[in-house]
Each structure stands twice: as structure tokens, then as C-alpha cells.
């Protein structure tokens, strides 16, 4: 299959705008955590996208501002610190932080005259709610769009050959039709015309010399695009 390819990062900083930093007051712990932004999707994103020689879309804003990977109507949309800002406020934080990368990625596709593989990448924290999570890399999909799910097959089979020790699950730690950009993507482009995949990377190693390692194997396992 013949891809234009493309890489997105929707928590790739933790950036707090000058305009904003009254909501933030004494929050640098929470800000630095993974509920600020997903720590080492960047080094990730940008090594795949130099790697691949495709573009980098990335959101440097902080998600406890707006979280730009999810949806108008979902009440996670802006964080309890930022709730507090009235419709204008609102407004003019959608305007500036969020839809610009949503609709930059969107019309991308759009221009596209190839399918699109979309790889929006992300990282979770190795315990949540007590519970340690077992999975290394998820790969994240809908079930129900053939082309994705074959995909996801075949890059899982690339993947776990590189790194046989690892656990690549798919629809973990998140289900791939759960409220995300690349859901959203699928609303507007068919099986045919757009796969999105959500790459779900382990927190754990990160800072580790296995960071690198897994950004290699992740460019390496991808099907010629």
C-alpha cells in the first residue's frame, strides 16, 4: 500500500501562555507529571519524522489548558484549571491552541492525493489507579476499519521481531475508538482514504537508552509509504 505519511504529537509540551499562567499558580508538579503532557512523545514524533522524511504536527501548549485530543463536546476538553474561563476566554483558547493543529492536520489530509497513514503518538504512565500496566507499545485502531486493522497486524508482527521481549498489544492501554483526533479523523474520511494509529509508548523507559531504541525499531517496522 502507498501512504502519504504523516506524524502528529498532541502532548508533545507542557507550555503554559504567558496569558495563562494565573490558572497555573502552584501547579509545576501536575504540569511536569503525565497529566501536563506526555513525556518523550516528542523525541519520538520528531525522530520518526526526521527518520521518514514526513511532516511533524505537534501541540506544545500544555492539555490542561485544552486538551487537543479530544473533541468540542467532550467535558475533558478544558482541565478543572481551566474551566474557569468564561465563553470568550474559551473561545480565544480554541482560536489560538487548538484548532490550528486539528485543522492543519485535517486539511493536510484533504490535499492529500494518497491514502493517509496518520501516526499520532503518545506515551502513559507505567501505574494508573495502583495498577501497573503490563503493556510496552499499544497500537491503537478501530476494529471495524479493515484497513487498519490489517495494518496494525502486520506492523505489530515487524515490531515484536525487533523487540521480542517487548509487549505490543493493540487497543491497550486505551481502546482506539475512544474519544481522540485520529476518531475524529475517521468521522471525516473512510477506510479507503485514511488510517489512524495511535502509538502508545510506555513511560517507563523513558530517559533510558531503550527510548532510542524503540523510536528506531517504530521507523524500521513501518511498511514502505
Avoid at 25 to 48: N, Q, V
Avoid at 101 to 110: A, Y
Avoid at 199 to 223: C, D, H, M
Amino acid at each position: 500500500m502507498q501512504f502519504d505519511l504523516i506524524i502528529t504529537c498532541e502532548h508533545s509540551g507542557n507550555l503554559v501562555p504567558q496569558k495563562y499562567t494565573h490558572l497555573f499558580k502552584a501547579a509545576d508538579e501536575i504540569l511536569t507529571s503525565h497529566r501536563g503532557w506526555d513525556p518523550g512523545a516528542i523525541e519520538i514524533a520528531t525522530y520518526l519524522a526526521e527518520k521518514l522524511s514526513t511532516p511533524l504536527f505537534k501541540c506544545d501548549t500544555t492539555r490542561l489548558l485544552i486538551e487537543p485530543n479530544r473533541s468540542l463536546d467532550n467535558s475533558s476538553l478544558f482541565s478543572e484549571y481551566s474551566q474557569i474561563l468564561n465563553s470568550s476566554e474559551r473561545e480565544e483558547v480554541l482560536q489560538q491552541f487548538y484548532l490550528p493543529h486539528r485543522s492543519g492536520v485535517e486539511q493536510f489530509i484533504r490535499t492529500s492525493k494518497k491514502r493517509i497513514l496518520h501516526l499520532s503518538i503518545h506515551t502513559f504512565t507505567p501505574v494508573w489507579n495502583g495498577i501497573v500496566r503490563e503493556v510496552d507499545i499499544g497500537l491503537l485502531f478501530d476494529p471495524e476499519r479493515k484497513n487498519e486493522t490489517l495494518f496494525s497486524k502486520g506492523y505489530q508482527k515487524e515490531i515484536c521481531e525487533r523487540l521480542p521481549r517487548y509487549r505490543i498489544m493493540f487497543n491497550e492501554p486505551y481502546l482506539g475508538i475512544d474519544d481522540g483526533f485520529t476518531t475524529y479523523l475517521r468521522t471525516k474520511f473512510d477506510d479507503d482514504a485514511y488510517l489512524g494509529i495511535e502509538i502508545e509508548v510506555n513511560q517507563k523507559y523513558f530517559g533510558t537508552s531503550l527510548w532510542g531504541e524503540i523510536a528506531r525499531v517504530l521507523a524500521e517496522s513501518l511498511p514502505k509509504v
